[in-house]
């Protein structure tokens, strides 16, 4: 391929990514709302549209029209910059998530990742923690107490789940020896999966993935009841929908990277034996991605609607005194896999 | 030193909170799939029962007569103001009338009181409830507007009659 060709398919990756995402992500909200009235025994929006779903775009347009109020006590280019950086962020971390094997387009050999890079999981580690400098600018630069709170809530949040999310990950990386998330993917071929592999690996990952984005049983950021909506109090309008649309991306990412390191990726068990045609193997690796994605993305939902929210220090102590240990456990486990089974 | 105690102390299962986690997804899981309370409003309706109080509406006999005889207690005992009778006098068996039988709807506070104290059974709340006016004078209810056939009634008037 010539330097022309990969721009060019990089930009249509790009261009059809993003419009991905941003779709998923205003599905997910409406989603989300229906999931949560099924869980109540309420239907849920079902007015605007067929069964209401043209409720996002409806949700969208009301708040393009809504004031954008900026407090006088406020730090201006700050609390400009933060909503922007969350949604950076959330979504320049889909770029590494390979969402299909590759694929052969008008006779080109078509990776169907955004950039492969062969360090990926340590661009997306970087990335995700440089989410919630978006959340602490905004706690920060509202110049409110309850916004301060949460951004300091979230920071210290992020450092104490990031250490067993690094932990879990490592487990990953022992058994894939390579950073590249095609490569842990290939390795997970079969029913080979890592949540099968080392389930204690899995368990602290989702539960760091879980406050990580900031999600209901760790929500402690934005806790309504204590801090009136946290680090977005401040907040109105697109700027407010950007932390909004943000927090569902991010979601999407993390769902992403638990399909992509703990649950084979787009990998169908055994589909190469099935004897399929080259098109329709792709088709149904992607379509496979697609559905364990959305699995996952509805397991996150459903927690939010079961689970009460934790005490602050109550979640400091399980990120530490639990999380912790145990992901240096699933290592020691890895390890011992490795040693024994030659994997 | 007294120890202090849980009312009920957590077992091990109970400790490594996973158990009650599925648990609590389990219930949730089930919820989903019970069938829901809500009404889709303005195609399907609530139909109240015998208690509710809605509108207050004059009873009227199977003949056409009301069967208020303009005492006007139903106006005295308004603590919101909204009822004004005129009485007058017909050559019928039951003497006296109401000329004029004015309810102002946006007065009454569907306290029920004007039920409770008629003599007659006359003024009895009915299940409607769908009251929205686009300007003042559309929400003061006239004889014409207020009288309703007994038969339509007979859930409230029963309700009533097994109270008292």
């Known amino acids: ?64 029209l809504k004031e954008d109020i900026v407090p006088s006590m406020a730090n201006k280019p700050l609390h400009t910059l933060a909503p922007i950086l969350a949604l950076f962020v959330a979504f320049t971390t889909y770029a590494v998530i390979p969402f299909g094997p590759n694929a052969n387009i ?40 309850y916004s301060l709170l949460g951004g300091i809530r979230s920071a210290a949040q992020m450092i104490s789940y990031e250490i067993s999310m690094g932990f879990s990950i490592g487990g990953v990386l022992l058994l894939s020896q390579s950073l590249r998330p095609e490569a842990i993917v290939a390795g997970q071929a079969g029913w080979m999966w890592n949540a099968i592999v080392q389930p204690i690996g899995f368990i602290t990952f989702v539960v760091a993935a879980f406050a ?16 009136v909506g946290g680090f977005h109090t401040e907040y109105s309008s697109m700027k407010f929908a950007g932390f909004f649309l943000a927090e569902y991306a991010n979601m999407i990412v993390a769902a992403a990277l638990i399909v992509t390191l703990y649950l084979g990726g787009w990998q169908f068990p055994y589909l190469e034996t099935f004897g399929l045609s080259h098109t329709l193997y792709v088709i149904v690796s992607v379509l496979t991605f697609v559905v364990k994605e959305v699995l996952v993305l509805f397991f996150f939902l459903w927690v939010r609607w079961s689970l009460p929210r934790f005490r602050y220090d109550q979640l400091m102590d399980l990120g530490w005194k639990v999380m912790f240990p145990l992901s240096l456990l699933n290592i020691i486990w890895v390890a011992v896999l490795i040693m024994v089974f030659n994997l | 030193m007294a120890v202090k105690r849980r009312l009920k102390d957590l077992t091990f299962w109970e400790k490594i909170y996973i158990p009650e986690i599925v648990k609590g997804l389990k219930l949730t899981l089930e919820n989903m799939f019970k069938p829901k309370f809500t009404l ?74 004007c039920e409770e104290v008629c003599p007659e059974e006359a003024i009895v709340m009915s299940k409607d409830y769908e009251l929205a006016f686009t300007n003042r004078e559309d929400a003061i209810y006239g004889k014409d507007k207020l009288l309703v056939p007994v038969s339509q009634l007979q859930d409230r008037i029963e309700f009533l009659r097994s109270y008292k």
């Open chain 1, 1 to 64: 391929m010539s330097i022309l060709e990969i721009i060019l398919f990089s930009l249509a990756k790009l261009l059809i990514v993003v419009t991905v995402m941003l779709l998923t992500v205003s599905y997910l909200v409406y989603f989300e709302r229906r999931v949560s009235a099924w869980a109540q025994n309420r239907l849920g929006p079902n007015r605007v549209g067929w069964e209401g779903v043209l409720q996002p775009f409806a949700d969208v347009l009301k708040l393009l």
């Open chain 1, 106 to 145: 008008f006779g080109y050999n078509v990776p169907l990742v955004v950039a492969d890079v062969n360090m990926g999981i340590l661009y997306v580690l970087a990335l995700t923690s440089l989410g919630v400098y978006a959340i602490t600018f905004a706690g920060w630069s509202s110049g409110s107490k």
């Open chain 1, 212 to 227: 990580e984005t900031n999600r209901l049983p760790f929500d402690l950021p934005e806790a309504e009841p204590e801090l």
């Open chain 2, 40 to 113: 889709k409003y303005p195609e399907e309706k609530f139909i109240p029962g015998g208690s509710y109080r809605g509108r207050p509406v004059l009873a009227q006999e199977e003949n056409g007569e009301e069967r208020c005889v303009a005492c006007g207690l139903c106006s005295r005992v308004c603590p919101a103001l909204a009822i004004e009778v005129q009485a007058a006098e017909t050559e019928r068996e039951k003497e006296r009338y109401p000329e004029k039988f004015e309810i102002n709807m946006i007065r009454c506070i569907f306290c029920g009181f």
